[in-house]
């Protein structure tokens, strides 16, 4: 099974808002206690370790370049 990196959702905004809400009135610690734990049940979900260390390899670039971007904004 491909990666698929294309919404698979019919109202993206409503799963964005959903996971948005979930963190409401979390603590920094608490919401990041949160995200891991969605994570693992999500990977777990997927079951198939290929497509979840592509998934981990296009999230690093995406923080990689979402950081690089900032850098460059701010010179």
Same mark, same amino acid.
């Given at each position: 099974?491909?990666?698929? *990196?294309?919404?698979?959702? +019919?109202?993206? @905004?409503? +799963? ?7 963190? $409401? %009135?979390? *603590? !920094?610690?608490?919401?990041? !206690?949160? @995200? +891991? ?5 999500? +990977?777990?979900?997927? %079951?198939? &370790?290929?497509? &979840?260390?592509?998934?981990? %390899?296009?999230?690093? $670039?995406?923080?990689? !370049? %979402? ?9």
């Amino acid at each position: 099974m491909p990666l698929s *990196t294309n919404s698979n959702f +019919a109202r993206p @905004d409503d +799963a964005f808002r959903a996971i948005v809400e979930a963190h $409401r %009135g979390l *603590t !920094d610690e608490q919401s990041a !206690d949160f @995200d +891991a734990a969605l994570v693992l049940i999500l +990977a777990n979900h997927i %079951g198939d &370790l290929d497509v &979840l260390c592509e998934a981990i %390899g296009l999230a690093k $670039r995406r923080m990689i !370049d %979402g950081q690089q971007q900032q850098q460059q904004q701010q010179q």
